[in-house]
């Protein structure tokens, strides 16, 4: 089993959508997580943090559930903006793991 | 604009070529992080450097050679490589502290012939 794993996609959804992701991770002693965005042939960047109470920023929601060792991203109101690849980074002591990333495309 | 910057942009060498890939944060971080992404693959860690010092090693082949001369720069040298090598190649930078975030450069696309 992949230490993350992300359904790869990719999710095709119209304008206004609401579409999720999950990200899986094998390490149950994992303490810190995130959800990066990526743009085509550009470098990642931070989306949110992923707290144990859940958080959101906006139309972007990032849920945490340790039980079953998963991570979500909620994306609601989708805009074509919101095209681009997903990634989740789920770290244990400083031993940072990236997925391979869940690809979003937005159409009009 | 997240204040790791990286030259180049693109770089297309051949097995035989000796190329350097440069990086600069301007953030104020204490560690710096070479990662390779090849095509739907998850990020690969390279090299970690906290406060200078290299503190990873990620089995990487000795054709690839880090140096990190201070806290704000952070050099890739290269040297006889191989196709399989061409990837994307991203540097970043955290604070140093226990399971911080990540801010990546612009990444330099290496090709090899």
Same mark, same amino acid.
């Given at each position: 089993? =992949?230490?993350?794993?992300?359904?790869?996609?990719?999710? /095709?959804?119209?304008?206004?959508? &609401?579409?999720?992701? +999950?990200?899986?991770?094998?390490?149950?002693?994992?303490?810190?997580?995130?959800?990066?965005?990526?743009?085509?042939?550009?470098?990642? =960047?931070?989306?949110?943090?992923?707290?144990?109470?859940? /958080?959101?920023?906006?139309?972007? &929601?990032?849920?945490? +559930?340790?039980?079953?060792?998963?991570?979500?991203?909620?994306?609601?109101?989708?805009?074509?903006?919101?095209?681009?690849?997903?990634?989740?980074?789920?770290?244990?002591?400083?031993?940072?793991?990236?997925?391979?990333?869940?690809?979003?495309?937005?159409?009009? | 604009?997240?204040?790791?910057?990286?030259?180049?942009?693109?770089?297309?060498?051949?097995?035989?070529?000796?190329?350097?890939?440069?990086?600069?944060?301007?953030?104020?971080?204490?560690?710096?992080?070479?990662?390779?992404?090849?095509?739907?693959?998850?990020?690969?860690?390279?090299?970690?450097?906290?406060?200078?010092?290299?503190?990873?090693?990620?089995?990487?082949?000795?054709?690839?050679?880090?140096?990190?001369?201070?806290?704000?720069?952070?050099?890739?040298?290269?040297?006889?490589?191989?196709?399989?090598?061409?990837?994307?190649?991203?540097?970043?930078?955290?604070?140093?502290?226990?399971?911080?975030?990540?801010?990546?450069?612009?990444?330099?696309?290496?090709?090899?012939?």
């Amino acid at each position: 089993r =992949k230490e993350v794993e992300q359904d790869p996609g990719p999710f /095709n959804v119209p304008e206004g959508a &609401t579409v999720a992701f +999950n990200c899986t991770y094998s390490n149950s002693a994992s303490q810190s997580f995130f959800w990066y965005r990526q743009d085509c042939r550009k470098e990642p =960047k931070l989306l949110m943090s992923v707290y144990s109470s859940g /958080n959101e920023d906006g139309r972007f &929601t990032a849920q945490l +559930n340790r039980a079953s060792q998963y991570i979500s991203l909620l994306i609601r109101d989708s805009k074509l903006s919101d095209s681009a690849t997903y990634l989740c980074v789920v770290i244990n002591n400083n031993d940072m793991r990236f997925g391979a990333g869940t690809r979003l495309t937005v159409k009009p | 604009e997240t204040g790791v910057t990286q030259t180049p942009r693109h770089l297309v060498m051949g097995m035989t070529n000796k190329k350097s890939l440069k990086c600069e944060q301007h953030l104020g971080h204490n560690a710096m992080y070479w990662y390779k992404q090849s095509a739907k693959k998850p990020l690969e860690l390279m090299f970690v450097y906290n406060f200078k010092e290299q503190t990873e090693n990620n089995s990487v082949p000795s054709r690839f050679s880090p140096e990190c001369p201070n806290s704000s720069h952070l050099f890739l040298h290269l040297h006889t490589l191989q196709p399989e090598d061409s990837a994307l190649y991203l540097c970043a930078s955290s604070r140093g502290g226990t399971n911080e975030k990540l801010f990546f450069g612009s990444g330099t696309q290496l090709s090899v012939l």
